[in-house]
């Protein structure tokens, strides 16, 4: 600002400016004491330039003449205006993010795809969230910190962390300890590099195969999917087969259990029918014989069709179909 | 009035420009040294208002903050003659700004010096470190002894170097081709056995199952023989021992029994006419209404 007032060099024509002014406005007759009024002027100008305001979530770092002096939190402050004082205001309060491996909706293979552990190629999209937790160093101890370095520091650690694992792991059981592993080492490597960053979260977006390789990927998912059904149908069979072969064992045993009930109970109700007749039979011997012979065939006969009372001397041959007509008596 | 006036002000302003002079700023992110014509006199590290003789003394200013050093992708040769693209990138820092001064001037050209003697040591490094190791293991070692071997030679231009790391390590673009084949049959390997182990399981479980199904059953019906057997066993036992009494009465009791289970609405019988048993059966003029003689 001084160096911007340099005119007043030429005096003799200021003071001409200043005697035009003056028939107006009544300013002190005195030129240099008028002078030394402006000067003045001007430095509480300058000096209510150095006001400024920190936002909420904000922090100021002022520094005098290049040298640290103190932060500033929110609200109304006054510092050293340029080129005693500077100061930086920054969000520190803000959590930042930084995309490795994509911008938005857009894939950056070159981030993207690294080597694993096992010699393969893997895809993988890292989100890292940080904060700055020490402002004079994220300010004054390294270069460009929140972007060349963050960016450097992420790659490093993911593609150090990815590579000490095989791919399988990645993909699926080691999600986790990808992301914690890959955060712990960005921080030592940002503490060591002074920055004054916080990681507070690592996510792993998306993890896949790389393009080339999905169906081959895919094909051993359904594999596995086909397996999983497959197990499920055995067990389904042995689920069905063996109620079925239990109830059939039961229906057997349960049958011969019936039967060997039956069987006994009848024999036995034969047995003890034999003895009652015996008995009266031992009473009555040729009667009851003659009657239980008469008795049964005077049951028997009369369902007969035919009988055919003849000579034992002969053959009798019968038409099958009508057995009523004799066709023919053999006379020997 | 006018002449002083202007005198006093030509005064103020040379006291003004001659203070600016002797003074410079350190910036909390510099180093500075100052140089009378041309030969350095002293440094300055602490950041503020520092003080110089005007006009002869020169102050040049440094970085003091951490220097990136980020080389450009190399394919190097590792010790089972296997290519890798390998990046990375190096910190460092001025510690020593007048020896850096004297040998390299200023940052780019320090930084380009520096990425040079950390290339050559790791291309030397990683020709004897097996691939594998790189990639998977040994990768922090090996950036310790790239460090140790390229610090002392980097510090010669007053910069410690405080980190090596490899950014990437990278097959190179002309055989990725050849390692997504790879990993296509890994994969085709892998599936394949997923749907061996199914089949196994399939068959495994569903004979075990008919075997199980066959031995439940199977024991079932011997058992339930045993029980039929028994049955029988039992009734013939108790039958013969009731029959036993008197075996011909049996006889004839089962005799009759059979004639009546045996004849029925279908069955023709011949009896010899001199048979006694009509006799005692049947009346002599019931038999001139049979069909027969």
Do not use: C
């Amino acid at each position: 600002m001084f160096d911007n007032k340099e005119p007043e060099f030429n005096f003799s024509k200021l003071s001409n400016i200043l005697n035009n002014i003056r028939k107006y406005i009544p300013l002190p007759k005195n030129n240099f004491f008028f002078l030394i009024i402006v000067i003045l002027f001007l430095i509480g100008l300058w000096g209510s330039s150095g006001i400024f305001t920190v936002q909420p979530g904000e922090q100021a770092a002022l520094r005098l003449f290049g040298k640290f002096n103190s932060l500033a939190g929110p609200g109304l402050h006054w510092f050293f205006p340029s080129p005693i004082g500077d100061k930086d205001i920054v969000a520190t309060d803000t959590i930042r993010r930084l995309e490795l491996g994509f911008r938005g909706d857009k894939v950056v293979p070159s981030e993207a795809l690294m080597i694993t552990g096992d010699e393969n190629i893997v895809d993988a999209q890292l989100l890292v969230q940080f904060d700055i937790k020490d402002l004079k160093k994220f300010l004054y101890k390294a270069i460009d910190p929140g972007e060349k370095t963050m960016m450097d520091v992420a790659e490093t650690a993911l593609r150090q962390v990815v590579g000490s694992k095989p791919i399988d792991d990645v993909l699926t059981t080691e999600k986790e300890a990808v992301q914690s592993e890959t955060k712990i080492l960005m921080q030592s490597l940002l503490d060591n590099y002074d920055t004054g960053i916080r990681v507070r979260e690592v996510k792993l977006q998306n993890v896949q195969p790389p393009a080339q390789v999905q169906d081959a990927f895919d094909d051993v998912v359904r594999a596995r999917e086909d397996k999983a059904k497959i197990i499920n149908l055995a067990d389904a069979y042995r689920e069905d087969i063996l109620p079925k072969a239990r109830g059939y064992a039961a229906k057997v045993i349960q049958d011969a259990k019936a039967y060997e009930a039956v069987r006994i109970a009848a024999s036995q109700g034969e047995a003890d029918k034999f003895n009652s007749i015996l008995k009266e039979y031992n009473l009555q011997k040729e009667t009851t014989e003659s009657r239980l012979y008469l008795e049964t065939i005077e049951r028997v006969l009369p369902k007969l069709k035919q009988i055919i009372i003849g000579d034992p001397n002969k053959i009798y041959i019968f038409n099958s179909d009508n057995v009523k007509q004799v066709i023919g008596t053999l006379e020997d | 009035m006018k002449r002083s006036y202007t005198a006093i002000l030509i005064i103020i302003l040379i006291i003004f420009f001659v203070g600016i002079q002797s003074m410079f700023i350190v910036d909390e992110t510099n180093t500075a040294i100052v140089t009378r014509f041309g030969e350095p006199i002293k440094t300055s590290t602490n950041p503020g208002l520092n003080f110089k003789l005007p006009f002869v003394d020169q102050v040049r200013k440094f970085e003091k903050r951490l220097l990136i050093f980020d080389a450009p992708p190399d394919s190097l040769l590792t010790s089972d003659k296997k290519r890798l693209v390998i990046d990375i990138y190096a910190r460092g820092k001025i510690v020593d700004p007048l020896l850096f001064f004297k040998t390299t001037r200023n940052e780019s050209l320090a930084a380009s010096r520096a990425i040079d003697i950390i290339s050559s040591e790791l291309r030397r490094e990683i020709a004897s470190d097996l691939q594998v190791e790189i990639i998977k293991t040994n990768r922090e070692q090996i950036m310790n002894k790239v460090k140790q071997q390229a610090g002392p030679k980097i510090r010669e231009f007053g910069i410690d170097l405080i980190d090596v790391r490899i950014k990437r390590a990278d097959f190179p673009e002309e055989i990725a081709e050849s390692i997504y084949g790879r990993m296509q049959a890994e994969r085709k390997r892998k599936a394949d056995k997923e749907r061996a182990e199914a089949a196994e399981v399939d068959l495994t479980v569903r004979s075990e199952v008919d075997k199980d199904a066959s031995i439940i059953k199977a024991k079932a019906d011997k058992e339930a023989k045993i029980i039929i057997g028994n049955a029988e066993a039992t009734a013939i036992k108790i039958l013969s021992e009731a029959h036993g009494r008197d075996p011909e009465f049996y006889r004839f009791l089962r005799q009759l029994e059979t004639y009546e289970n045996s004849f029925n609405a279908n069955t023709t019988i011949i009896i010899p006419k001199d048979s006694n048993i009509l006799d005692s059966l049947f009346g002599a003029n019931k038999f001139s209404s049979m069909p027969s003689k």
